[in-house]
């Protein structure tokens, strides 16, 4: 490995974002490219909730809660990047999983507790009908994305590293077991190492390579309102929604995945969802609906993030994963670090390619 690598990234969402400035403040030299405006697809359309909450194994919940303390550290080394830890409230599951929830991961040492009715309309004063049970988070909390991901990008291009806007990388270039560059649809960049974090369009991508990525992408609701006053302390997740009210007032609430319709766009689904917003409070504002988006989630078919070098290539790594908006300053700092020193971190140990069939 040359001793100042020679990184390509491959993706300017959340995730390549935070690769390419982990990457440049450990010494190496980057490029991304991107093929769209920088801020990523996913990213641009996430709820963008960070937190390490229920349905997930130990290994994967404790990754979850490293990238927690990293997004803490990422506000102490960039101190215009705001996370808000409003904390959540939950009572999407049905009661014995919510009770299985709290229980499991008090017992893991997160910060849950059960509430009931009379705590859940404290915390959320607003609310028309309070759940009888549900799990209070106060360590949780949400970022904007697309604002927080083109922060990481202008940082990591503060410090050296070029952004390349609305290019596509086309393939990657392997000569004789090692990545040596990229094809872009205006030429060819040089590197050493790739790093391959291209979202929805990272199967592909590898795919150029001989590499086969278990990469699936499915569709999610999101709507966004315009801004009204202070109605939500933080983020609460109902049996119909995911929901949180930004700093400026706006509600963007995310629809229960499986529950959305999307025969016509989402328009239909997106109507639905806004009532149900409105219907939420009491008394029921009036809210004004802003937009919708129907956004494309890549999700790795086991459910779990795919990071880490590709057998066979060297200088090839590959770093696609859902809840990327959690994860993305573990995986940057991880990722660099592999990149820069060899180093793997235990965390990731499950999460490597080394898990795909052969
Ligand atoms: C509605 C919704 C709600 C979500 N809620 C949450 C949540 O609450 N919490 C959470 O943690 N996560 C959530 N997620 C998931 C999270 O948003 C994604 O995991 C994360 O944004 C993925 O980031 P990324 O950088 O990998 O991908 P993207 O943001 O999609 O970025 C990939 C980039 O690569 C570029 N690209 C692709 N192919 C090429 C190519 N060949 N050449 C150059 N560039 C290329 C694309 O243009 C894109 O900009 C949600 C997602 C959605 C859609």
Redesign the pocket.
């Known amino acids: 490995m040359a001793v100042r690598p020679n990184v390509v990234v ?8 935070s690769i390419a400035w982990h990457l440049i403040r450990s010494g190496a030299r980057v490029t991304v ?4 405006n ?14 390490a909450s229920w349905g997930n194994p130990e290994a994967y919940f404790r990754l979850r809660v490293c990238a927690m303390n990293e997004w803490r550290r990422l506000e102490r080394d960039l101190p215009n990047l705001r996370v808000a830890w409003t904390g959540s409230l939950n009572w999407e599951l049905p009661t014995a999983k919510l009770e299985v929830f709290a229980a499991q991961h008090a017992a893991w040492g997160y910060d849950v507790r059960r509430v009931d009715r009379a705590e859940a309309q404290r915390i959320e004063p607003n609310l028309a009908d309070p759940p009888d049970l549900a799990v209070h988070a106060p360590c949780e909390g ?1 970022i904007e ?1 697309l604002m927080v ?1 083109r922060q990481l990008l202008s940082a990591a291009r503060e410090l050296g590293a070029t952004i390349i806007d609305n ?4 393939s990657l270039d392997v000569c004789a077991g090692s990545v040596a560059g990229v094809e ?1 649809d205006s030429g060819r960049l040089d590197a050493d190492q790739v790093v391959v ?6 199967a ?2 590898a795919a150029t390579a001989g590499l086969a990525l278990p990469v699936s992408v499915l569709p ?3 709507i966004v309102t315009k801004p009204h006053g202070r109605l939500l302390n933080g983020l609460v997740m109902t049996p119909v929604m ?1 929901l949180r009210q930004t700093a400026d007032g706006r509600f963007v609430a ?1 629809a229960i995945f499986s529950d959305a319709d999307f025969g016509d766009d989402g328009a239909t689904a997106a109507a639905r969802l806004f009532s149900a917003i409105e219907s939420l409070f009491s008394p029921m504002p009036s809210l004004a609906f802003d937009f919708h988006v129907v ?4 999700i790795p078919l086991d459910g779990f993030p795919l990071v880490g070098r590709a057998a066979g290539i060297d200088g090839l790594h590959v ?10 300053p573990a995986i940057g700092r991880f990722v660099a670090e592999e990149i820069v020193t060899g180093r793997r971190d235990p965390l990731l140990a499950p999460f490597g390619l080394e898990r795909l069939p052969k």
């Open positions: 491959v993706g300017a969402g959340i995730v390549g974002a490219v991107e093929a769209n920088p801020g990523g697809i996913a990213t641009r359309n996430s709820w963008a909730w960070i937190n949400a994305p991901a290019r596509t990388v086309q872009t974090a291209a979202g929805a369009g990272t592909a991508l999610a609701l999101l995911q995310a956004g494309r989630r890549p770093a696609v994963t859902h809840s990327g908006v959690t994860l993305a």
